[in-house]
């Protein structure tokens, strides 16, 4: 249907002399330390011009989840210059002053979505200059680990007002509009990264617990241990190129519980406390929530799904279903630009419904733009209505993020008034819009690359957010003059996913954070107790507590609007103000700005403004966001030589993210999950099919009674064998279930009791049980498996 | 004497910004100053100018389709021929073509007819909608729901044939 995309052909030439341009920005460079609650980057730009008069370039951004700008450094030739902060207004006045002035001056602004453009101008011919950006950014924290991201690229995403074109083969430009994005300039995105900036990273990492394995499914990494607790994640290779997220995942061996705190640069206390679910659980001792589960799936079927996730999200949602009971209640919706829906209303868990369930999944393919709020709207709409009298319940959405604007989105998301969890999907980043949409709704978020599985992280996902461990969290503390727990936490608490506190006190000392919330139907309270010392890790913790709160402002911070909402605005426009002064670190309203002033320089020039193009994530196909076949059609002699956009010929395309039907299927691996990829087959894993066949009794099918029974033992002991029992693994929910169901089996009692046991405790029973199959010889063959063990 | 403006003051009288006028400047869709060094400045075709291209903008047309528009119109008699009868037969550029107006009226000989806008929608590899001109945004929305819904069968039907084969 589409065409193969050419190799090569972005390469950026001169249109008057058809010479090659040589790059405005030439390496990206990470460094930095990430701690089990955030992280405290640098990341270098350097800028080099080959223009005969000065320059002034753009590079824009994206800011990683929870994060915020502190302070640029801008270094060349005989000077080294520290930014301010200023008011954005301010900032914006003196940085113009200075390029007026013939100085060399640079700013780091923020707009809408976490979208950064730093701008160097007055750049002079021949001249190398470096801008260091320290970011205060937050990671994903599990109870096993953590996941970090930081985006060297910026996805393509679907706003509905902005305008999107092919302007040159190969290369795409998106224009916002500018009453909602103001002078926001995006990059040019590029299909062929090769020609770009080159990109590289060299990370410390320190957890405070030993750590189990460092490793990255986004890019090839050198780990090196420093010690327990600690080590150095960098680059294997020499460079590489702009076109995905680095992704990094620690995992520690025990859960990282913990606090880290000491006082900051003001001489208050500051700490970040990590309360593993698992200490939710203890307290609940296992209390059985036997209510039925009310979900709803939303599957973005937006064009930029096409193609294995779109695949894998279909298979997720089938397996996900398998784990319900009957008395369990789902819907499903799938969303573009429209909303289509599985039914009215949600249906009961029963053999029938999953089967029109799988008839509808199979219906839907890639196509359209991105309406989240669409999907999310009539998803929450089905959890209300209905037979049943609707009621509460969880939205699990899977999608890649890849939308603009997101401010209004969690604003209707607020509004729905039901738990958002999140199952991203992407090798660039949304993951500060979906952690930002999960957490203000109360749900959870997870976040994988297109080259892990995303059936298996939508079955962990849902394995966690059916019945909440424990609901209206509060935080206070006790022992402490002035203390407080900022920002507050989310309500809920989810297996697997820790309560990550921040606080602050008048100074050091000692005393207890205190949590409260309702467990299995009753009170229950929670004490941890916190010291803190002088120093430590407190000026970082303070740093990352401000950007926390900047960044939970900001989701609120609407650009426009009725007149309430305009008040509200004005409200949140002075607490961005008050916030980034307190911390030192900007947001929309507060920019960075520097201006170097030195012998030489020439009042009047006015430099050439270029702007730096960034790689089109790997995933994302040119078509998906950009009129293609249309610009090949017209790609006849006026465009061949050119790349510059003011001399190509373009052609305006639809903006709907087209089907992406021929994007490159990578080698799928769910590289967080070692023990499924044994059995996977060519990118299938056979469980989640065994998953998707559960019948709502917890049994497989089969014509009889025995046959249905030694099934599900064979399935049973497919499971253990890949490290899922009833407590721990993406599937330990279906195996509950498959416990159930044996366990009011009344044949053969000794062998199913000892069966039982293992996957209660997590042993497997030896044997190639993959290649058996229900029949006469099984049970002596089980009992000499069990005999034997 | 003509009015005449800083980059600053100009950005305050058009409330476009510096930087965004720099932009345009280097992209070739505002000419440069109206003197280079010190006595840089911008005069009233700089602000028009500006004015034309967020009145083009809020139309729709992108800065690349914009650049075009004014390329043509800045040199009309050579790339007069050119325009005419490579794209508007042709009907693959899908931008209104503001130049044509423009170029009507430099051109000598007979007057040619008035001519019309279309935009073309390529709804599926095989289909394209033609729609004429600017539509009220009210009868926008209404076409554009029947396209989309148009689109989705025409796209079913062609996936749903292809797996018959």
Redesign the interface.
Known sequence: ??EPQPAGVFQPVAAETGKPIELAMQRLYLVGRILGVGARLLVKHTFRSGEKKPL?V?YSFGLPRDAALRRFRITGQGFSVSSDLRPVEKA?EVY??G??EGHLAAMARTYRDGLVNL?VGNIRPGEEVTVNLEIIAGVETRDDGLRFRFPFTLAPAYHSKA?A?E?APGVG?I?LP?DEF??L?LPQFAADATALHEVGFDLSVSVGHPIVETASPSHAVRVVGQGIGRSRVSLATAKDLPDRDLVLDVRTGESLAGVVGGTGRDGRGYFAAVVPSAAFRNATQEAVNEEPRRVVFVIDRSGSMGGAPMEQARKAVEACLGALAESDRFGIVAFD??VESFDKCLVEASMENRERAREFLGGI?A??GTELAAGFRAAAAMLRGGADGGGGGDLIIVTDGQVMGTERILEQARAAGVRLHCLGIGSASQDRFLALLARETGGISRFLTTRERVDLGAVELFAAVGRPLASGLEAGMEGFQDGRVAPEPQGFVFDGSPVVLFGDTAGPGEGRLALSFEAGGSKRTLDVPLAIGPGGDGETVRLLQGARLITDLESRYLPYGEAAEKRETERIKKRLVALGEAYGLANREMALVAVVERPGD??????????VPVGLPQDVEMGAYF?R??VM??AGPVIASMAM??????????FTKG?ASERVLYDMAYLTAANELEDSDAGRNPLIDLAASLEPDGGLPGSSEEERVQATILALLRFLAAGHSTKIGAFRVHVKKMVKFLEKSKLRPEIVRDIVERAKSGRALPGEWEKKAPGPDLWDELEKAVRQA | MSKEWTLRELAAETGVPGRTIRFYISRGLVDPPLRAGRGAAYGEAHKARLEEIRRLQAQGLMLAEIAQALAQERVPGRRAGRIVIREIPKMDMLHEDLALADLESHAPGPALPEPELWRAYPVAADVVVLLKGQPAPWRKRKVFAALRAFAAIVENGTKKEDGNE
Not at chain 1, 602 to 611: A, F, L, N, S
Not at chain 1, 645 to 654: F, K, L, Y
């Open positions: 249907m589409s002034e753009i914006v113009e002053q390029l007026a701008t305008r074109a302007v430009e224009e500018a103001g002078d300039v630009d429209g393919d196509r359209g020439r009042r009047g020039d006015i430099p050439k403004t270029t702007v009129s076949s249309q059609h017209a956009p003011s001399d190509a010929r373009m052609v305006r395309g639809r089907r």
